[in-house]
């Protein structure tokens, strides 16, 4: 129900106004959406770098190699390699995959699907991304500090993060970045919160949200409880560093009484597991809806899907200490929170059923956002059985700190988010920008990410079973690690198919941003709001309200004339 006045204000004339410093959510979507996108291609940049030093170490990267690293001759010398994985991961998880699920889709669906005109706070939106830019300034500013940037890697472990492990300005610089774009984010988060609790159009309960809100809106309470701690975590640090404090000071407790490095590690954990929930409930909840709209059948169980992801949201504030067992903590809490983790497992196998009894009979229509779709399903079912390895202490023990766990998390996060992430762009492209995508440039790009992606990570957790640790310069030269070395070459050999699959995407956003075939308003033949108004949205989205009638997934009712499908406006024709 609509507890505030929505008012309809002129449109903006200036280009400030219109582009720069918008409040309509749509424009900040794009922006982060451009952000995103910019940030995906430098941290995939350094993640071909880490690569290439892993198969090839001590020759030169090609081309642009000796331009970045000329007193080496274009070999990645060791320090800038922690700098390189330590700025890949921030750079993917917070300044690439952050902004583009929960600030662009985050931005741009929650008003439209949900039927309202705007956010609730406008400005406070405008200055969530303009603090997200302030962030991004901060963190490319520390790599031009005389030692260079962070290298701690992206938690930032004390002793690496501390003065004794870098004692440069950059990994400050890097803690004060993180700060802002928490509280950017956490601005962000409340925002979502109260726009999906106060702004949903006449007559759309909770469960007649698309579940693509649901997933946005339980991350952005995730966020919102606990980026607040990640912000603590990095203000004592900053602390540690600038003022001589002893928070996480190693052998503080000897001297000064107090002071424990592993005490960064809870904090930065605590917000660290729901933060990896953070960024897949989104995908979660476009898949959800994406799978029903290309199946043509109404969302399998779409009521327990909401619940699951609700129960996994709760679930995941209770299971941080699995990134810890070999802390020694006491083996009663190893056992708690394995026995925590695994529960996990039985609303994630609710909501993985659900999605494979959407498909089931379903009409399917093979089009590139389902392709993508499919894809999420396909490599989250296999992030998802690996982290029950990780999840059991005994195993955990050997495959911790090894490329299992980077393979572990690179299928859960890099791909399954990252196609998420496509899925939902090439789906909402029409309706941002009024024109259609290339569906074959789209097809090529899936499919050639796919095989570079499950090369790159399935060889990941091959090599790490076989013991091979992670954040390793040179793995060549400890003698049980050479047979590795074709593997290690054919997942850097993955990862340069993968990089080169994304000049598909590319090509095809631009090219189609100006020149694509102009949309429809309703290409996909899908009954949810933003469909029902034309494509590109306009200003202030919806003239009047819309009521609500029935929920988003009403497809293949036999009693329908004319169209499989019907929009949440109109009255659920009964059988
Ligand atoms: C389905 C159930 C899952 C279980 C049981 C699980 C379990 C685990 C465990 C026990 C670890 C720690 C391994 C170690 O460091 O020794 C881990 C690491 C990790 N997991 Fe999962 N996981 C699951 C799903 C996910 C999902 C959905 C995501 C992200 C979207 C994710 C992202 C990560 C990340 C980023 C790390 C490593 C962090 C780091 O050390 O840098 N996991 N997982
Ligand atoms: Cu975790």
Known sequence: MAFFEQEIHDAPTTFLSKYVFSFDHKVIAKQFLWYGIAFLGIGGMMALLIRWTLAFPGEPFPV?????FPHTGGVVPPDTYAMLFTLHGTIMIFFAITPILIGAFGNYCIPLLIGARDMVFPTLNMLSFWLAFVSAVLLLASLFTPLGGAAGGW????TLSTLIGSAGVGQTLWCLSLFVLGVSSTMGAVNYIATIITLRAPGMGYFDMPLTIWGLWLTAILNAIFLPVLGAGLLLLTFDRVFGTTFFLAGAAATSGSGDPVLFQHVFWIFGHPEVYILILPAWGIVSDLLSFFARKPAFGAKATALAMTSITILSTLVYGHHMYSTQMSPLLTQSFMMLTMTISIPSAVFFANWLGTLWKGAIRFQTPMLFSLGVVFVFGLGGLTGLYLATVSTDLYLH???FVVGHFHYTM?????????AATYFWFPKMFG?????TLG???FWISMIGLNGIFMGMMIIGHAGMHRRIYNPFVYEF???????NMFITISALTMGAAQLFFVYNFVYSMFKGPIATQNPWEVGTLEWTIPSPAPHYNFKEVPVVKCGPHEFGNPNLSGKDFQYQTEELVRA
Request: glycine letters at 8%; charged letters at 10%; aromatic letters at 12%.
């Open 414 to 422: 890099a791909a399954s988010v990252l196609l998420g992430g496509f």
């Open 435 to 439: 024109r259609m995508m290339n569906e």
């Open 401 to 403: 700190d090894t490329y």
């Open 155 to 158: 938690t930032s472990y004390p």
């Open 64 to 68: 642009i190699g000796p331009m970045l």
């Open 481 to 487: 690690l050479q047979n590795l070395i074709p593997l």
């Open 443 to 445: 097809k090529w790009h």
